[in-house]
């Protein structure tokens, strides 16, 4: 759809063309054609937060950032990409332009999907419309192929990806029903509900960056799903991204990987590991004393010291820890 505020088809089509020029030219890793989109002069800016941020406050440095890219990748890439919900706003010789870029690879194709949010402002030199602001914003978990489905917040389904269609026919520990996403067991479905609940409060501006000072990162909450016939926790991610809430999953997953990572990274004694792998199924220090087979005081003194390794003070915060090592997105 294609929305105006001055009419003009000729102005319209011919910033489409513009558009559609820069895009493809770039597929096709042709320099010369790209080249004919800009206004090339120090006044061009450029701002773009595409999996890289990167700003350029000349075209001479946009250029060089684009031919970088281009370098380090020289394979033309085969795709068709579209432009979505284009909004333009032409007055004088100056335009405004909004729009979605879709881009999809086609069969055999080494490159991944991508969906960004774009903005455009344009100049007219005699007949010729010219790029001079450019400015473009990625939603990285859309273009992931990890499984990803988008919930509102009583978890109602808004989007998933193909790989979250996939794999909902066969994983253990998620479902949906009447297009809302549930957890398998009743038992832990409310546990669900309230992670996406909690996460929707956080999608605001403010919100968001208060949380994500907190947790030092992305703001994302594992959820427990239920266990592996070996014990091993099954679990998903809630997680705020783009002002919108994510569920992740990501098929046949255990905690065994990661807490062997932990316990590579950290130093973690083979006695002091197997303390928190218990810990992690949902063993109380005591069960997992007896378990290993030592004292409850020995179980909190290896606790005390995977703390010190790895500088959380909880368990909470230690779990945190581990599935960090296996976040999907």
Same mark, same amino acid.
């Given at each position: 759809?294609?929305?105006?505020?001055?009419?003009?088809?000729?102005?319209?089509?011919?910033?489409?063309?513009?558009?559609?020029?820069?895009?493809?030219?770039?597929?096709?890793?042709?320099?010369?054609?790209?080249?004919?989109?800009?206004?090339?002069?120090?006044?061009?800016?450029?701002?773009?937060?595409?999996?890289?941020?990167?700003?350029?406050?000349?075209?001479?440095?946009?250029?060089?950032?684009?031919?970088?890219?281009?370098?380090?990748?020289?394979?033309?890439?085969?795709?068709?990409?579209?432009?979505?919900?284009?909004?333009?706003?032409?007055?004088?010789?100056?335009?405004?332009?909004?729009?979605?870029?879709?881009?999809?690879?086609?069969?055999?194709?080494?490159?991944?999907?991508?969906?960004?949010?774009?903005?455009?402002?344009?100049?007219?030199?005699?007949?010729?419309?010219?790029?001079?602001?450019?400015?473009?914003?990625?939603?990285?978990?859309?273009?992931?192929?990890?499984?990803?489905?988008?919930?509102?917040?009583?978890?109602?389904?808004?989007?998933?990806?193909?790989?979250?269609?996939?794999?909902?026919?066969?994983?253990?520990?998620?479902?949906?029903?009447?297009?809302?996403?549930?957890?398998?067991?009743?038992? &832990?479905?409310? *546990? !669900?509900?309230? $992670?996406?609940?909690?996460?929707? =409060? #956080?999608?605001?501006? /403010?919100?968001?960056?208060?949380?994500?000072?907190?947790?030092?990162?992305?703001?994302?909450?594992?959820?427990?799903?239920?266990?592996?016939?070996?014990?091993?926790?099954?679990?998903?991610?809630?997680?705020?991204?783009?002002?919108?809430?994510?569920?992740?999953?990501?098929?046949?997953?255990?905690?065994?990987?990661?807490?062997?990572?932990?316990? &590579?990274?950290? *130093? !973690?004694?083979? $006695?002091?590991?197997?303390?928190? =792998? #218990?810990?992690?199924? /949902?063993?109380?220090?005591?069960?997992?004393?007896?378990?290993?087979?030592?004292?409850?005081?020995?179980?909190?003194?290896?606790?005390?010291?995977?703390?010190?390794?790895?500088?959380?003070?909880?368990?909470?915060?230690?779990?945190?820890?581990?599935?960090?090592?296996?976040?999907?997105?």
């Amino acid at each position: 759809m294609l929305k105006r505020t001055e009419y003009n088809e000729e102005d319209i089509d011919a910033i489409r063309q513009v558009l559609e020029n820069d895009i493809r030219s770039f597929l096709r890793r042709d320099r010369k054609s790209w080249l004919k989109t800009w206004v090339q002069e120090d006044r061009f800016v450029s701002i773009m937060e595409c999996g890289l941020k990167q700003f350029a406050h000349s075209f001479d440095e946009f250029r060089r950032n684009i031919f970088d890219a281009m370098d380090a990748d020289p394979t033309p890439v085969d795709a068709d990409f579209s432009l979505k919900n284009l909004r333009v706003n032409v007055k004088g010789d100056t335009a405004w332009v909004t729009f979605e870029e879709i881009v999809t690879p086609n069969a055999g194709a080494l490159a991944t999907p991508s969906h960004s949010h774009n903005i455009r402002i344009l100049e007219r030199d005699e007949s010729d419309w010219r790029i001079v602001f450019h400015g473009c914003w990625a939603e990285p978990i859309k273009d992931t192929t990890v499984p990803a489905i988008e919930v509102d917040p009583k978890g109602n389904v808004l989007w998933l990806n193909d790989e979250a269609k996939a794999e909902l026919k066969t994983v253990r520990g998620l479902l949906t029903s009447h297009a809302t996403l549930r957890a398998s067991k009743p038992s &832990l479905d409310k *546990g !669900l509900k309230q $992670a996406i609940a909690n996460a929707h =409060r #956080l999608t605001g501006f /403010g919100q968001y960056n208060r949380a994500k000072a907190t947790l030092g990162g992305d703001v994302k909450f594992p959820v427990v799903l239920g266990e592996y016939e070996d014990g091993g926790t099954l679990f998903c991610w809630v997680k705020v991204a783009d002002g919108r809430v994510y569920v992740l999953f990501g098929g046949e997953r255990s905690l065994r990987n990661q807490i062997d990572t932990v316990q &590579l990274i950290y *130093g !973690l004694s083979d $006695a002091q590991t197997e303390v928190v =792998r #218990l810990l992690s199924r /949902g063993f109380d220090l005591s069960e997992a004393a007896e378990h290993v087979g030592i004292s409850k005081n020995t179980a909190r003194t290896h606790l005390r010291r995977v703390y010190e390794k790895t500088g959380v003070g909880s368990q909470i915060e230690l779990l945190r820890l581990i599935i960090s090592f296996d976040t999907p997105v």
